[in-house]
């Protein structure tokens, strides 16, 4: 391992980091809470798009051209700079403190990329909040690392302000900006990542409440050069309070905002790329249980179509959002850890389910999937306070009107 000084740069190439590698950030706290991040700036080192900002509340850029991830005290960055786009040309990593304390505290702590190691600890600080650690940076069309080692006085969210970023409170932006406004990221969004995990949001009312609660589900080109298979869908089943279900699905932009179901799938995504990643979307009114009655359930499920050939759901890594004005949730469950995840005969995966109740929505992920070779549908049914998801409801694809089953036991309508 070559040791490296503040202020060292090179090129990448020369350190062993000519594909994929990681950069791992190992912080001494000294009984500090510290929060590593991932800055993507643009040529004028400005975060221009909030999606790269890679941290404890977004994990993965698009593309998984930057994905984060802890073991103990360090926070692991693994980087695949093909996959970043155009705007993208440098890469800050930072460290900030979570609360009282300041990096004067600091025990030894380095910073780690390919044969190269910069270490830095508490002796170089003083009262700074913050540190710039590193950075990766395009120069000459060679991508460079720098040492950087530089204290910085406010905390995440100053770091953020200094790249031309904004904290997301909530607050209403002024009207009508001279400027283009900056990327505003929630440092709050939720993740969930565990099936048993569940978070509930405010469904508020009033002026000024948002108008829509917006799911998308997103997936990615698996890097197989086969550009037919990275087709999915999204379907939703919706279980009303008397029990009966109804189906939204693309591609026709079916189901209703102002009338039942009170869903709306908002069209077919048929490709992703590398630097693309597909998203298809649906709008759900946040009066549906009202409008509907009662009490209302939803499963948010990706499914393959066989014509689009032989795939493993999992390596597209379907994920799930939920907005409702400022608050986010992501589900975000890794197929890839499920005994699932390189069966190309399993064809549908369980992104999310939620339990709409009067004004708040409870969301959590799930980690289901189908059987291998079946093509039923995820099914709901109530248990009391909860809902129970069961992989044996009829076969229900998009573009298809499905006004019953056949005289089967399944409330469909």
Known sequence: MNEIGRGQKGKLADIGCSGPFTVTVEM?????????ACFGLDANSRLSDERFMIFFNQKASPADAV??????????FAIDLARLPASIERLVFAASIDGEGDMKRLGQS???????RFGFSGADFDTEKAVIVGELYLRDGAWRYGAVGQGFAGGLSALLAHYGGAEDTGAKAPAAPVAPAAPR????????????????????????APAKLVVRA??????????GNDDLDLRVG?????GRMKFITAPDRSGAFDSAPYVHHMGDVQLASAKQPATET????????????????????????????????????????MEYGEQVV????????????????????????????????????????????SENTPWLQWDGERVRVTMDGPMVFKGKHNSGFNGSSYRYS
């Open 67 to 76: 994905k984060y991830d802890t073991r103990g005290d360090a926070s692991i």
């Open 238 to 242: 919706l279980l009303l309070p008397d």
């Open 185 to 208: 990221v929630s440092l709050s969004k939720v993740t969930l990542t565990k099936p048993s995990e569940r978070h509930v949001v405010s469904l508020v009312k009033g002026a000024g």
């Open 282 to 321: 649906v709008e759900v009114n946040p009066a549906v249980a009202q409008l509907s009655g009662g009490r209302v359930a939803l499963v948010f499920s990706v499914y393959s179509a066989l014509g689009n050939g032989s795939v493993s759901v999992a390596s597209l890594k379907p994920i799930m959002r």
């Open 218 to 227: 997103t997936w990615q080109d698996n890097g197989d050069n086969n550009s």
């Open 110 to 116: 380095a910073m780690t990329l390919g044969s190269a």
């Open 330 to 373: 992501e589900c975000a469950f890794d197929f890839n850890g499920s005994p699932a995840a390189g069966n190309s005969s399993v064809y549908t995966y369980v992104i999310g389910t939620a339990i709409i109740d009067g004004d708040q929505i409870s969301l959590g992920p799930s980690g289901q999937t189908s059987e291998p070779g």
């Open 28 to 36: 001494a706290p000294a009984g500090l809470v510290i929060d590593v």
